[in-house]
């Protein structure tokens, strides 16, 4: 099964090969650490062991420990390390193994990585990648679990990556390496293994781009990371019931592509946003905001909301399956805001 | 304490004076300001510390690093700044180092490796270990220096940075300036113990010198800057200081924390600058008039520089969302 409906941009069109997103995620590094010898990675057990979830397997063959450095378990610390490595010239990869952990790091990530360029007036830059991860439904309970990225995309100055497929983390992370802004970059970890065609040859996603997964004109889906894939079954689903759904993935949250997501809700009149982060306070309020605001007058219902119960991911799995949204609850929403239910 | 033998020729004690002067009268001009209202924010001084500064940065080449704290005006000027920006930086005018979106908490000068004053305490010892990551992948010999009030004590990432510096030998000095005051708290409540005991658990190499002596700090530096040059690795230099004002500029009645007497008594007896000067005339390297003349040119100097800020122009509006991204 593909999950690319739409080759990136740039990317030639027919060719391509199968690789995991994990696969992905460290040719987009290997490529990147070859082209830019200012590259390096940084973080809890990314050498020989190659991350927890052996994404990273290999690379430090190729490019040695010091450019593959593992790291005491320390996030502030290689956060911190991170941005003063990146303000003198370098352009580190930080990797948190756990999206939950940079909590950890949040004075690193908020008050310095995302200040340094304008307190300087724009004289330091921090051109930095913080990976990490993010996602439920892995049975991890409720510090293993969360997907914290709207507390990223609070903060001025950051930027905020979601991928949702294997091209799009290759095209996507070469672009936030390549960038001169801090990115905090969130992979998730139920698709580290999940196959996808990936391009041959050299190409970039551009940060801020949406993407249309799937076409349709009924109702539109806008949906992150985990979620896109929710969506597009939800919109499988509703192909037999005569409704055709339109899939928008944003690719990432800052900069976000209003435009993208305006556009089809203009041409739908319907809108449903899909997001795995907690939905109070979450990335569905602001992006159901912007399309209310942009597309108020195409809009024949209220732009419906759907994010993570709002309670701590907890362990059983009959408990924890219940708190994201799933292809069933993204389709009965439809159904409603088409008036089918 | 240090016995190294002095190890600067006398034209380099005068430069360490005057720049010593310049810290104090830039603060006291600062004082000024403020308490005129004439300047917007917060005002922490440096007044009676300025032999750590300068003592540190005088053993530091231009294309070092340091990072600095909330009560940084000391560092900036001793690694190189100029006056007249500094105080445009304060009163948030354009000329200013930051085009006056950093204010006095937040000025950086990469053209003098000054990486940024930090108004998180302990916020920037991750930045210095990283500065200094950074310089031995590069391959460059310079080294970087974390200035932090004995306050950061009390935070984890110093000991997470200080620990990545020590495995990775990295060229990072943290210089500990213990000035026996975590904002309003006595120092002896907030840490336990003996401060070098932390970084010597690391295998650090430490000193512990008077702060108020610029020719202790100076020599305990170089040893501390040639080391880790040289590859081999962190240091660790706690430097016994004062606090001679308050906390910030508004910090007036301060008997609740510390005595009256105790000030005075710093004043008269420990104040960094008059040591220096007398030491300079008893060993004959200088007289009293050439030190009346260096001060006479400092006060020129901050006078015309504040001359430039208070008639230089604000930043256009538009500025405000400039520089949000690279």
């Given at each position: 099964m593909s999950m690319l409906s739409q080759a990136p941009a740039g990317a030639p069109r027919a060719a391509g090969r199968e690789l995991t997103f994990g696969q992905a995620i460290k040719e987009a590094l290997a490529e990147e650490m070859r082209r830019e010898p200012r590259v390096f990675i940084i973080g809890e057990?990314?050498?020989?062991?190659?991350?927890v979830f052996k994404v990273l397997s290999g690379l430090v063959d190729e490019f040695g420990r010091e450019r593959v450095i593992d790291s005491p378990i320390s996030e502030a610390g290689i956060t911190g390390i991170g941005v003063g490595a990146a303000m003198t010239g370098m352009r580190p990869v930080v990797d948190?193994?756990?999206?939950?952990?940079i909590t950890l790091a949040m004075d690193q990530i908020v008050n310095q990585a995302a200040k340094v360029h304008y307190m300087s007036g724009g004289k330091l830059r921090v051109p930095l990648v913080i990976r990490t991860t993010m996602g439920a439904t892995?049975?991890?309970?409720a510090q293993h679990s969360q997907s914290l990225y709207a507390w990223v995309a609070h903060v001025p100055g950051l930027k905020v990556v979601l991928p949702a497929t294997p091209a799009d983390a290759k095209g996507l992370l070469k672009s936030a390496i390549r960038d001169d802004n801090p990115v905090v970059f969130f992979e998730d970890k139920m698709m580290y293994q999940v196959k996808g065609l990936v391009p041959d040859g050299e190409y970039t996603i551009p940060l801020g781009v949406a993407d249309v997964k799937r076409a349709g004109t009924d109702v539109t889906i806008v949906a992150t990371s985990s979620m896109v894939q929710v969506a597009l079954e939800a919109a499988g689903r509703l192909d037999g019931t005569g409704i055709s759904a339109e899939v928008v993935d944003p690719r990432t949250l800052l900069p976000l592509d209003a435009e993208t997501l305006i556009a089809s809700a203009q041409k739908t009149g319907r809108v449903i946003v899909v997001d795995e982060g907690y939905q109070q306070y979450g990335v569905t309020a602001e992006i159901a905001s912007v399309i209310a605001a942009g597309a108020f007058d195409s809009l024949d219902a209220p732009v419906a909301r759907m994010g993570?119960?709002?309670?701590?991911?907890?362990?059983s799995p009959v408990l924890e399956d219940q708190t994201v949204p799933t292809a069933e609850a993204v389709a009965t929403v439809a159904m409603r805001l088409c008036g089918r239910a | 304490m240090t016995t190294d033998?002095?190890?600067?020729m006398p034209d380099q004690w005068l430069q360490m004076y005057g720049q010593m002067v310049r810290i104090r009268a830039f603060e006291e001009q600062v004082n000024e300001l403020y308490t005129s209202g004439k300047m917007p924010g917060l005002a922490h001084l440096y007044i009676g510390e300025e032999a750590v500064a300068v003592g540190t940065c005088q053993a530091l080449r231009r294309d070092d690093y340091i990072t600095s704290t909330h009560r940084g005006h000391g560092h900036c000027l001793a690694k190189g700044a100029a006056v007249d920006r500094m105080f445009a930086e304060l009163l948030g005018k354009e000329p200013g180092y930051c085009h006056g979106k950093g204010g006095s908490m937040h000025i950086a000068d990469p053209e003098t490796g000054n990486l940024g004053a930090n108004?998180?305490?302990?916020?920037?010892t991750g930045i210095a270990a990283g500065a200094a990551l950074s310089a031995k992948l590069r391959g460059t010999d310079q080294v970087a220096v974390c200035f932090f009030g004995d306050g950061a004590l009390g935070q984890g990432l110093l000991y997470e940075a200080m620990n990545m510096a020590a495995l990775w030998k990295l060229p990072v000095i943290y210089v500990c300036e213990h000035n026996r005051y975590g904002e309003y708290t006595p120092a002896g409540e907030a840490s336990a113990g003996d401060p070098q005991a932390r970084p010597a658990a690391l295998g650090i190499p430490t000193d512990e010198v008077d702060g108020q002596d610029v020719r202790e700090v100076y020599a305990a530096a170089l040893r501390h800057v040639a080391r880790a040059r040289q590859g081999g690795g962190p240091g660790f230099l706690l430097c016994h200081t004062y606090r001679f004002r308050g906390h910030h500029v508004g910090d007036i009645n301060r008997s609740y924390y510390r005595s009256h007497n105790e000030e005075e008594q710093w004043a008269r007896e420990r104040d960094p600058i008059r040591l220096l000067g007398l030491g300079l005339i008893q060993q004959r390297m200088a007289d009293a008039a050439a030190l009346e003349r260096i001060e006479r040119d400092v006060r020129a100097e901050i006078a015309a520089g504040l001359e430039f800020a208070l008639a230089a122009p604000y930043p256009d509006p538009g500025e405000v969302t400039h520089h949000v991204y690279a």
């Open positions: 057990d990314v050498a020989e062991a190659g991350t948190i193994m756990f999206g939950d952990f892995r049975r991890s309970a993570a119960m709002n309670v701590p991911v907890p362990f | 033998p002095v190890i600067a108004a998180i305490v302990g916020g920037s």
